[in-house]
């Protein structure tokens, strides 16, 4: 008689936290159908500290408060701040669960007026709300304050299409104006804007995960037989868990968001949760690819607990691609290409580790040390199948384990050796650990970058900026087809700017107004406005290639694009200058004209060429 697995206790947490998923009915996405579950199940909400609660309730203690727009994308947790708002000052429970769309509170002597959603008024609804609010933000009404809810697309929509009065025109263009400037408030208007999106998604992510794994719903978990005996969950939440053995995972993770946010790409506050939520439960063979404790001994009895690896799940891995690819997150994330770009290093430790005596040590650190979602016999198997050239079959499923093991040591490989073992070559962005930690984190933390990384960005822009295959790194050359500065081809040498600063010129590279993200800076001694040049991980990654080799318009043509567009703003600012330093020139009178030459080296230098006009 087969031996039957053991049963698996129950858990209405696990249960809970799977619905924080990407499953068909994302219930958890909505703030008021997590408190409804929360009451029935009589269960510890998922608290994390948030970046704006404790500001937002000093200004509606403060004397002289002000009205609030909360703004950013879906998921962002709009709606959470204006219930916390609501039940902090008094508020009822039972009140805002009701299909209100708009919540009046006494505030002392004044009225809290709260719209839950902005967007889900009536035109005729907006018509009226909206003049009233103008007269609040201009002071006109210091009875009434706001707290308002509202997607940033629909909140300038709503403003444009309702607007009236001189006044409030006013307003539309004071929020426009904060919006666009990234702005949190505006003399002579009593508003203050947040915008959501601005929240870092890395930090965020920290203390969700926090939140997640150190939640009092695990402790049904000690109950459970399978908690020691091969639980993909418990395993994941172990390998999550912030010890010194465990920390890498988090770390490069968190680096992955990071990343992420500096590439101009946001992550709401839902999506992150749905990260966690995933990475913890996902299986592919599960319903709803996310498990629950009932199908925990099948897996561990059909021993596939290798396919609820999380360094799998994080990319989505156990999801149709169709969900996979609708999911913004995962989306995201599987655009550093992590599992399908390789390494000569880490595949041949993988593949040929186990028979070559001068990687087996490697081998064994790196593969057959982690038994779980390393080295199982499966994978021993599918190894020595596609070693000895077996089915075609076989070929194509141990490919699919490499990939998964290229995930895995890409979340598991120590800090102190991500050099050596060009760890982020499994990435598209070969340059992004530098761009995160010799470019970025230097800039935060007050010090300049070092000399080659500089000198290679300006390298590259020359090779953009003239076409040609110059290795000048010490100046910024700026040249011309004559008369057309976009040329693909530019060799008439028209001025350069030394990276050092000399006569009120340079090239740097600094943080913008917010101290957060890198910007390439040309500096011009014309007295005009520095011409800034905003550095994306992508921009990064383009100037670095192009530095090192590739041509400029073959690796990106939008970034190509982005840089020429850039080359064009220096050269209005040059014009400007030499328009205040010159005087124009009798006809009659030589034009000096110099062409760029290209020595052996690769160093370029103007050569003039004398032009006569004669009347």
């Given at each position: 008689?087969?031996?039957?697995?053991?049963?698996?206790?129950?858990?209405?947490?696990?249960?809970?936290?799977?619905?924080?998923?990407?499953?068909?009915?994302?219930?958890?996405?909505?703030?008021?159908?997590?408190?409804?579950?929360?009451?029935?199940?009589?269960?510890?909400?998922?608290?994390?500290?948030?970046?704006?609660?404790?500001?937002?309730?000093?200004?509606?203690?403060?004397?002289?408060?002000?009205?609030?727009?909360?703004?950013?994308?879906?998921?962002?947790?709009?709606?959470?701040?204006?219930?916390?708002?609501?039940?902090?000052?008094?508020?009822?429970?039972?009140?805002?669960?009701?299909?209100?769309?708009?919540?009046?509170?006494?505030?002392?002597?004044?009225?809290?007026v709260v719209v839950k959603d902005l967007s889900e008024l009536t035109l005729e609804e907006k018509r009226s709300l909206l003049p009233k609010i103008a007269t609040a933000i201009t002071g006109e009404d210091t009875a009434t304050l706001y707290l308002i809810a509202a997607n940033d697309g629909q909140l300038v929509e709503?403003?444009?299409?309702?607007?009236?009065?001189?006044?409030?025109?006013?307003?539309?263009?004071?929020?426009?104006?904060?919006?666009?400037?990234?702005?949190?408030?505006?003399?002579?208007?009593?508003?203050?804007?947040?915008?959501?999106?601005?929240?870092?998604?890395?930090?965020?992510?920290?203390?969700?995960?926090?939140?997640?794994?150190?939640h009092p719903g695990w402790r049904t978990c000690d109950q459970c037989a399978y908690q020691n005996q091969g639980c993909p969950i418990w395993q994941n939440k172990q390998r999550l868990e912030?010890?010194?053995?465990?920390?890498?995972?988090?770390?490069?993770?968190?680096?992955?968001?990071?990343?992420?946010?500096?590439?101009?790409?946001h992550l709401p506050v839902r999506q992150l949760l749905l990260l966690v939520a995933n990475t913890l439960l996902g299986h592919p063979?599960?319903?709803?690819?996310?498990?629950?404790?009932?199908?925990?001994?099948?897996?561990?009895?059909?021993?596939?607990?290798?396919?609820?690896?999380?360094?799998?799940?994080?990319?989505?891995?156990?999801?149709?691609?169709?969900?996979?690819?609708?999911?913004?997150?995962?989306?995201?994330?599987?655009?550093?290409?992590?599992?399908?770009?390789?390494?000569?290093?880490?595949?041949?430790?993988?593949?040929?580790?186990?028979?070559?005596?001068?990687?087996?040590?490697?081998?064994?650190?790196?593969?057959?040390?982690?038994?779980?979602?390393?080295?199982?016999?499966?994978?021993?198997?599918?190894?020595?199948?596609?070693?000895?050239?077996?089915?075609?079959?076989?070929?194509?499923?141990?490919?699919?384990?490499?990939?998964?093991?290229?995930?895995?040591?890409?979340?598991?490989?120590?800090?102190?050796?991500?050099?050596?073992?060009?760890?982020?070559?499994?990435?598209?962005?070969?340059?992004?650990?530098?761009?995160?930690?010799?470019?970025?984190?230097?800039?935060?933390?007050?010090k300049k970058i070092s000399k080659p990384i500089a000198s290679r960005l300006v390298r590259g822009l020359n090779r953009i900026f003239t076409g040609l295959l110059v290795s000048n790194q010490d100046e910024l050359i700026l040249a011309t087809s004559g008369s057309y500065s976009q040329a693909r081809i530019s060799r008439v040498y028209e001025e350069s700017i030394s990276v050092a600063r000399k006569r009120g010129e340079s090239v740097s590279v600094e943080l913008d107004k917010n101290g957060k993200r890198p910007s390439l800076v040309v500096h011009l001694a014309s007295g005009g406005e520095p011409i800034s040049f905003n550095l994306t991980l992508t921009r990064y990654e383009y100037l670095s290639r192009v530095a090192e080799g590739v041509l400029p318009s073959s690796f990106s043509q939008e970034c190509y694009e982005d840089v020429l567009a850039f080359k064009t703003q220096v050269f209005k600012q040059l014009a400007i200058r030499q328009s205040l330093e010159t005087e124009n020139e009798d006809a009659e009178e030589a034009m000096n004209i110099r062409l760029l030459e290209v020595s052996n080296a690769g160093i370029a230098s103007g050569r003039s060429l004398e032009v006569y006009f004669c009347a």
């Open positions: 008689m087969t031996p039957q697995p053991l049963p698996c206790s129950q858990s209405d947490w696990i249960g809970f936290l799977r619905h924080y998923g990407p499953i068909p009915r994302n219930d958890n996405m909505y703030d008021e159908v997590i408190q409804r579950t929360l009451r029935r199940k009589k269960m510890a909400p998922i608290a994390f500290e948030t970046e704006y609660l404790n500001e937002l309730l000093d200004n509606f203690r403060s004397i002289s408060p002000k009205s609030v727009i909360l703004t950013g994308t879906a998921g962002d947790g709009k709606t959470y701040y204006c219930r916390e708002i609501w039940e902090y000052f008094g508020g009822s429970v039972e009140d805002w669960q009701q299909d209100i769309k708009i919540h009046q509170l006494a505030l002392g002597e004044r009225q809290l709503a403003w444009a299409e309702t607007a009236q009065t001189e006044k409030f025109e006013a307003v539309r263009q004071a929020i426009e104006d904060l919006l666009v400037g990234d702005l949190r408030e505006k003399d002579g208007f009593q508003m203050k804007l947040y915008n959501l999106s601005r929240q870092s998604a890395a930090v965020l992510f920290t203390r969700i995960l926090d939140a997640v794994l150190n912030g010890t010194e053995a465990n920390r890498t995972t988090r770390a490069r993770l968190t680096d992955l968001l990071e990343l992420c946010e500096l590439n101009q790409t063979e599960a319903k709803d690819k996310l498990l629950n404790c009932r199908q925990i001994p099948g897996v561990v009895y059909a021993k596939t607990t290798s396919l609820a690896s999380l360094y799998r799940n994080i990319f989505g891995e156990n999801l149709p691609e169709r969900r996979r690819e609708s999911t913004e997150v995962f989306k995201v994330l599987r655009g550093f290409g992590i599992g399908a770009e390789t390494s000569n290093q880490i595949d041949n430790i993988l593949i040929f580790g186990a028979d070559d005596p001068e990687i087996q040590p490697l081998y064994e650190e790196l593969v057959l040390a982690d038994s779980f979602y390393g080295a199982d016999l499966n994978y021993q198997a599918q190894q020595r199948s596609y070693l000895e050239g077996d089915a075609a079959k076989g070929r194509e499923e141990f490919l699919g384990v490499l990939q998964a093991q290229r995930q895995r040591l890409f979340f598991t490989i120590a800090g102190d050796r991500t050099k050596d073992m060009k760890l982020w070559d499994l990435t598209v962005f070969h340059y992004a650990g530098e761009y995160l930690n010799d470019l970025c984190r230097v800039l935060q933390a007050g």
